[in-house]
């Protein structure tokens, strides 16, 4: 599949550290495209292209103002990544009990 074809999710395009941080950006406040590449030590079509990713994955939106696309962040895909996380949490937090227990435990023998 080419991949101008392709429809990304939202496990796609929280993948790449850029997109990532571009969420994070567009979290803050809501900006054109100058403004988010300003923050990249990459160009503004390589930036483009991981905003192309993210709204085909419904994470941001962007409409026009003037002669400038604004980009706003929509958190409700993220929803998604949250439900398939929380499964995992029980055994972090059965981790993080058993690595509190072993604590307290070498604490009592000093």
């Not at 929280?14 to 990249?40: C, G, N, W, Y």
């Not at 706003?72 to 058993?98: A, C, G, R, T």
Request: net charge positive.
């Amino acid at each position: 599949m080419s991949q101008a074809a392709q429809n990304y999710d939202v496990f796609q395009a929280i993948a790449d550290p850029t997109r990532r941080e571009v969420l994070r950006l567009l979290s803050q406040k809501e900006m054109p495209i100058s403004k988010i590449t300003a923050h990249f030590p990459m160009t503004r079509t390589a930036i483009a292209k991981h905003l192309h990713v993210l709204s085909e994955a419904k994470l941001v939106y962007g409409r026009k103002e003037g002669r400038e696309k604004i980009y706003q962040l929509n958190p409700e895909p993220l929803e998604e990544v949250q439900h398939w996380l929380s499964y995992y949490e029980k055994f972090w937090n059965n981790k993080l009990s058993m690595l509190k227990y072993l604590v307290e435990k070498e604490e009592k023998k000093e």
